[in-house]
């Protein structure tokens, strides 16, 4: 206590006299010996991770993108380093990601991966061929850490320095390409639209269902129909985060923001404040699940004194679905994922009276068209507002399209298997 409560006189520099506005610069003959990797490549692809919004270099990485025709696809903390909605643009990589973006990834003559760790659930657990297939694809990797180059994969070309700072000079390296964006007449362009249509089609297949109670990615797709292309979508875990990461087109760097791979339970809502304190004339929506809201609702006391305009929206399908899942799948059986009361009836709390309760505009809805009016009644009031919306909660549909891999619990696992080995166990036991 006594040294919480010292003074000192200090004098701390502003952060931008502290932040580096530009770091390392990789070697120049590093830089030429992937520029000529990266001219001869015919299937060319970059990996944006988080490094790429880290060092601000997303209009760095776009202008590489068009200058190569290269499909660019995205880690889950990269998604929004290039407008999703560029034609150039192939969306997620990994684990509950895009096929159109592990397939291209996956067949890629030369990957130049972007401030970019390779985890396992971006790298679908490390199966060769399913996300990478490095080698014989051949990789330059670009990071500012020396201790992540090489990490995961072997490299062809290792480019240690700030990635904004690198990108400038590969595009120098390069020079400058045929006028025109002349790589939309090349077959890896129609190759890559193609691969894009074919995922897309996936998605609307839930996306665009009329069902009721909805699936939650067309609760995704409507609550994103009533924002502004630059608004702050926040997630923390469970299938909303996958479900925003695959249905939320992101046009701009630092408009994603999510726990990650961590998939932190209870992230959502104070990390919206967070985003709101930061960019105060922004939209800022935290989509979160009911198990993930619960953790921490306790935190729109805060949302309602500092009065800010978030709008937090909760898809209620009563349970930790997503954990129910991975129960379903790997074990053949759930345990205590269902919120239900004694009688095995379903449970859910009244979202609305809560938010309402808290001193909030709060709204149920429970039909697809009614979400995207209730969002744009919520975005309006200038306030903090909660709009919950009734999901529908079987595992079938619920949650995001299964794209790539993740070894949870072991890499060799089938539940076929799994449910004979239990059957062997039993026996055993009654024997």
């Not at 909605?85 to 159109?100: K, R, V």
């Not at 709009?387 to 949870?408: C, I, N, Q």
Request: glycine letters at 10%; charged letters at 20%; one cysteine or more.
């Amino acid at each position: 206590m006594d040294v919480q409560a010292e003074s000192a006189d200090v004098r701390i520099a502003t952060l931008e006299q502290r932040d580096e506005s530009s770091g390392p610069r990789p070697a120049a003959d590093d830089v030429e010996r992937a520029a000529a990797l990266l001219r001869d490549a015919e299937r060319p692809v970059i990996v944006a991770g988080g490094g790429v919004m880290t060092a601000n270099a997303s209009a760095e990485l776009t202008a590489l993108a068009e200058r190569l025709g290269a499909a660019t696809v995205t880690t889950w903390m990269g998604k929004g380093a290039i407008d999703e909605s560029h034609e150039l643009a192939a969306q997620t990589i990994g684990d509950t990601a895009s096929t159109c973006g592990n397939s291209l990834a996956a067949n890629a003559d030369v990957i130049l991966a972007v401030g970019c760790r390779f985890t396992d659930w971006s790298s679908s657990s490390y199966r060769r061929g399913l996300t990478f297939a490095i080698p014989p694809t051949r990789l330059i990797q670009v990071d500012v850490d020396t201790r992540e180059i090489g990490k995961n994969y072997p490299v062809s070309v290792p480019l240690l320095g700030d990635a904004r700072e690198t990108l400038r000079d590969l595009l120098g390296a390069l020079g400058p390409g045929a006028p025109g964006r002349s790589y939309r007449g090349t077959a890896y362009f129609e190759e890559i639209q193609r691969r894009k249509r074919t995922w897309f089609e996936q998605v609307e297949v839930l996306s665009g269902s009329e069902a009721t109670p909805m699936t939650m990615a067309r609760a995704v797709r409507e609550a994103q129909s009533a924002t502004r292309p630059d608004a702050i979508v926040v997630t923390g875990a469970g299938l909303p985060q996958g479900m925003v990461k695959q249905r939320w087109v992101t046009r701009l760097p630092r408009t994603h923001i999510t726990s990650g791979g961590f998939s932190t339970m209870g992230f959502s809502v104070p990390a919206a404040i967070g985003a709101q304190l930061a960019a105060p004339e922004s939209q800022v929506l935290a989509v979160c699940g009911d198990g993930d809201f619960l953790q921490t609702m306790q935190e729109l006391a805060s949302l309602v004194m500092l009065g800010l305009p978030v709008c937090v929206i909760v898809l209620d399908n009563s349970g930790w679905i997503s954990i129910k899942g991975g129960q379903q799948t790997f074990f053949g059986r759930t345990v205590a994922t269902d919120f239900h009361r004694r009688d095995g009836s379903i449970y859910s709390p009244d979202y609305a009276a809560i938010g309402r309760a808290f001193g909030m505009h709060a709204e149920l809805v429970s039909g697809a068209s009614e979400v995207r009016r209730a969002v744009e009644r919520a975005l309006t009031t200038g306030g903090p507002s909660l709009v919950a919306v009734t999901v529908d909660r079987d595992l079938a549909v619920s949650g995001p399209d299964k794209t790539g891999w993740w070894d949870v619990p072991i890499p060799e696992y089938h539940p076929q298997e799994r449910a004979a080995q239990l059957q062997g166990r039993a026996e055993e036991q009654t024997k």
